[in-house]
């Protein structure tokens, strides 16, 4: 997996766990103007120009994560000891899920 395809799978889990920002649109509003509908939308396509740090730390602002953590395979969540990398996303999106259905009626 490229960055590019990796920042787009870490936005796509961001945006799932919260309902704040499920939607493209909510996550340009929440980034206070540092990006555009259209910049997530070409972030989580992996289409257009690549994405700047600019866009990417207007995500991080959005998500209330560092830049950094949006290119790290596990947003910069240590892996448990002993688990391997996919064992952790399966937890993370069973995790996830849960709290998605616990916020949502």
Known sequence: MNDRHLLAANVRKL???????????KVAAASGG????????????????????????????????????????TLGIPLPKGQSEDEFYSRLDEAMAAIKAIRRP
Do not use: E
């Open 15 to 25: 945006m799932a766990a919260d309902p704040n920002l499920d939607s493209q649109a």
């Open 34 to 73: 540092r990006v555009s509908q259209k910049t997530v939308s070409n972030i989580l396509n992996v289409t257009g120009h690549a994405p700047t740090l600019d866009s990417i730390s207007g995500l991080a602002h959005a998500f209330r994560v560092r830049p950094w953590n949006l290119l790290h395979p």
